[in-house]
């Protein structure tokens, strides 16, 4: 599942169907709101352009890690301290597997896909400054 | 013609989203955005330099595919573009 969506995540469903044949190892990346002295976050998308390149990159991840199963699913809206914001579900043979493709989507989703946050604090508002100022991943 | 101009995150706050503009043939994406984000001096100034062209770190789509910035000045549009125009992107 592939999905850019402001309703929360049930990780544990997306866990049992990562168990397909062949999977050995699943890792969960779970990015969640931190208390950064700020009230809530609010997320901002590119949503089509997003979504294709969540896509985009789990078929990549999939190819270069041999994954067996990969979802990423990345919320916007309003979101409140611990929240979840993007899960990450990768399911592999092996966990070297499976600990590098997860590795592989968190990087190429923060250094490429259209999605902002804002971080509403008590004494105004503030944007993340994305990590990768020409907006393109690096090359490895 | 007519193309959708689209802002997002500190550009959307400044100048709106979704902006319908009317162009001749033969306008060039730079322009483009230049007459659209004149409306306010604060989001101008945030995506263009002192010298008009566009900032550094501004990241620009044409129909969903992102385009050399240095190029924008000497790339037209069509009837039916939509021009994304963004900061950074910080999600994750």
Wanted: charged share 30%; net charge negative.
């Amino acid at each position: 599942m592939i999905a850019i969506q402001n309703s929360d995540v049930d990780i544990g469903a997306l866990i049992t169907s990562a168990k397909k044949k062949g999977t050995g190892a699943i890792v969960v990346f779970d990015g969640v709101v931190r208390d950064d002295n700020i009230r809530e976050m609010e997320l901002e998308a590119y949503e089509e352009v997003a979504l294709h390149e969540l896509e985009k990159i789990a078929a990549e991840a999939q190819a270069a890690y041999n994954l067996i199963s990969v979802d990423i699913i990345h919320r916007i809206g309003c979101l409140a301290l611990g929240e979840n914001i993007l899960v990450i579900v990768v399911g592999a043979g092996h966990r070297e597997e499976a600990y590098g493709g997860s590795r592989f989507i968190i990087e190429a989703i923060k250094a490429g896909v259209p999605i902002w946050k804002k971080e509403l604090c008590r004494d105004g508002d503030r944007w993340v400054p994305g990590e990768h100022p020409h907006g393109r991943r690096p090359k490895n | 013609m007519t193309i959708k101009v689209r802002f997002f995150a500190r550009f959307r706050e400044l100048l709106g989203t979704d902006i319908v503009v009317t162009a001749q043939e033969g306008t060039l994406l730079l322009g483009l955005v230049k007459k659209t984000a004149e409306k306010s001096r604060e989001g101008y100034d945030a995506i263009f330099d002192a010298k008009g062209e566009f900032r550094e770190y501004v990241i620009v789509m044409q129909n969903g595919r992102r385009m050399e910035t240095a190029t924008a000045g000497s790339t037209p549009v069509s009837d039916g573009d939509e021009i994304a125009v963004f900061p950074p992107v910080a999600g994750g």
